[in-house]
């Protein structure tokens, strides 16, 4: 028990503190960007609700833009 609370606040403190270096282009993070995207899905149900219902498929797609100040939207 006092194992996984030291466990929990190190994996916490990685989360919060931790910070990602890597190889940044000024030019890059000024760019609005539009971006498309394309989703496929498929569920098969398990236990009692696979006597009642059958397999399911999804398909979508999206499109998200991406602002200078490095916002996403969509």
Known sequence: MHFNIKFF????SFLL????FGQV???DTTLHIPMFYASFAYQIPGGDMAD????????GG???????TNWVFG
Do not use: M, V
Request: net charge positive; proline share 0%.
């Open 17 to 20: 503190l931790g910070k990602s």
């Open 62 to 68: 999206g499109f998200q833009w991406k602002t200078n």
């Open 25 to 27: 282009d000024i030019s």
């Open 9 to 12: 606040l190190l994996a916490i």
């Open 52 to 59: 009642r219902f059958g397999d399911n498929a999804n398909i």
